[in-house]
Nanobody
Framework: QVQLVESGGGLVQAGDSLRLSCVASARTFGSYTMGWFRQAPGKEREFVAT????????DYADSVRGRFTISRDNAKNTVYLQMNSLKPEDTAVYYC?????????????????WGRGTQVTVSS
């Protein structure tokens, strides 16, 4: 498993932007497919975005496509989530996750390592 630590969350207004970061402990960070998920109060954890090992391929939930961008810097063991045009419905705890192998997944059970999350609150 790999240790993951998220940062960058906060309280913003609708329309604002935030950039989340997730630093991984693994020396082999480049061998992991990475994902971002979120969980709002009373709801299940849901897929947000994922990126393959090289950073050349990404996938997004329909609810964030065109507003959020996932990227990674393998030299810094870091994956990012740039969130623009934030909406109140984006309010949630955002989790970073790591998956061994080349293929990415939209499913929680597809990831073996998780961070503790960072809170994002968007006010209207």
């Amino acid at each position: 498993q790999v240790q993951l630590v998220e940062s960058g969350g906060g309280l913003v207004q609708a329309g604002d932007s935030l950039r989340l970061s997730c630093v991984a402990s693994a020396r082999t960070f480049g061998s992991y497919t990475m994902g971002w998920f979120r969980q709002a109060p009373g709801k299940e954890r849901e897929f947000v975005a994922t990126i393959n090992r090289s950073g050349g391929s990404t996938d997004y939930a329909d609810s964030v496509r065109g507003r959020f961008t996932i990227s990674r810097d393998n030299a810094k063991n870091t994956v990012y989530l740039q969130m623009n045009s934030l909406k109140p419905e984006d309010t949630a705890v955002y989790y970073c996750a790591a998956r061994e192998g080349a293929s990415y997944s939209r499913y929680v059970y597809g990831y073996g390592s998780w961070g503790r999350g960072t809170q994002v609150t968007v006010s209207s």
